[in-house]
């Protein structure tokens, strides 16, 4: 607002304010004095100190520690008991810093997010499964892929009629065979599907040295590179909403590979 102040001088509040690209009512805004900081008064129907600290034992006693206020509050009205509404118990709640779960309840841990970092091929592989539309209405088969993230390159997949641990376990061992994957090499990342999680292909992993990475629990963006080629693959033009076979689905794929 300074630089207004002193084109006003020169070439007038409007000129300036247009020069500068600030609206006159701020600028004007900007020249009155500060208003004083008010406190709200207390309403003369507010509950006292000693009275709202009834309410808070009343709230902390053994009977009704694990009650909402608008069940404590009904209980006490069944028992010619009124102390106060339901939400003035929860804003004394409040003003004691309580209104939360006041339960004992198990506390999920704070998942770091992966970090997916390739300098060069066969260090950190990402895969998923897929499902593509059946001939008819229910029926699916599953698409297998494991993409390499630093050049994109399709190091592995396969089409089958059901979604399995052992199926997937014969798919990263034939890729780590076929790309010549020393242990310690290769990082292998997915999702928290149950053949990603599965003790099969854990115990994989294990035996070939391979570092395994998984997504965090409900979190649909720590897989973006398995779900990038799949958007690419069915969104082109030339695929079908359904396949007739098994053998169908494994065409189109490989001509798409």
Not at 48 to 73: G, S, T
Not at 174 to 201: F, I, N, W, Y
Request: charged fraction near 25%; charge should be positive.
């Amino acid at each position: 607002m300074s630089a207004v102040s002193e084109l006003s001088k020169t070439t007038g509040v409007c000129a300036a304010c247009a020069a500068v690209g600030v609206a006159r009512a701020s600028y004007y805004r900007s020249l009155q004095p500060p208003k004083p900081a008010t406190t709200r008064p207390s309403p003369p129907r507010a509950l006292k100190a000693d009275e709202r600290q009834a309410v808070l034992d009343v709230l902390h006693c053994e009977r009704f520690v694990d009650m909402a206020p608008a069940q404590i509050w009904a209980t006490l009205l069944d028992e010619q008991t009124y102390l106060c509404s339901p939400r003035t118990m929860y804003r004394i709640l409040r003003n004691a810093n309580e209104l939360r779960e006041r339960r004992n309840q198990l506390r999920h841990p704070a998942y770091q997010k992966p970090e997916l970092l390739a300098q060069a091929p066969n260090q950190v592989w990402s895969w998923d499964i897929t499902k593509l539309r059946g001939p008819v209405k229910w029926t699916y088969f599953y698409l297998y892929v494991i993409l390499d993230i630093f050049s994109r390159y399709v190091v592995g997949w396969m089409v089958a009629p059901k979604e399995s641990a052992s199926l997937a376990s014969h798919l990263i061992n034939e890729s780590c065979e076929k790309q010549l994957t020393l242990p310690g090499q290769l990082t292998l990342h997915a999702d928290r599907g149950s053949s990603m999680k599965s003790k099969t292909v854990a115990l994989l992993l294990a035996d070939l040295g391979v570092t395994k990475s998984h997504s965090r629990p409900y979190v649909s963006d720590d897989n973006p590179f398995s779900e990038s080629q799949f958007r690419t693959l069915k969104y082109r033009p030339d695929f079908p909403q359904r396949f007739g076979s098994l053998q169908d689905a494994r065409s189109m794929c490989r001509d798409f590979f």
